[in-house]
């Protein structure tokens, strides 16, 4: 497909996929010739490297916020064995933990427990000390 870009001194520039090309009277456009697309073609990764580019960034988020209660990220570095129980894992690494299905189940009890409290709620997060919605998640 054929679309005019410039029309400019009786020089007329036109894009022919991804080439351009020059037509016209003047000699300087007959010299120039075809102009190919500088763009980069980035080789997609195998899936060894989006392996190890996604644990690396599972390592990043662990050292920011796995010491925080939930973790977002667990360091598996021992497996559980049937009969045998937790043995070391000759190649640890990184999974993330994700909130589930149960999640939405536990945040309807909390806030039926909280709008069927009878009591007085007080300053503090009052609500939280009624239902704990992270520790039944985690």
Not at 84 to 93: D, F, R, W
């Amino acid at each position: 497909m054929k679309t005019l870009l410039i029309c400019l001194k009786r020089k007329f520039v036109y894009q022919i996929g991804g080439k351009v090309g020059y037509m016209g009277c003047c000699e300087e456009s007959s010299r120039i010739g075809n102009v190919v697309k500088t763009e980069l073609n980035k080789k997609r990764r195998n899936k060894r490297e989006r392996y190890l580019k996604h644990q690396n960034n599972l390592k990043h988020l662990y050292e920011i916020a796995g010491g925080y209660y939930p973790a977002p990220v667990g360091y598996m570095d021992e497996i559980w064995i049937n009969r045998h129980g937790y043995v070391q894992n000759t190649k640890p690494y990184y999974k993330r933990w994700y909130r589930g299905k149960r999640s939405k189940y536990f945040k309807q009890q909390s806030n039926r427990k909280i709008r069927r409290y009878k009591g007085e709620l007080h300053k503090g997060n009052m609500d939280h000390k009624l239902y704990d919605f992270w520790w039944e998640l985690c």
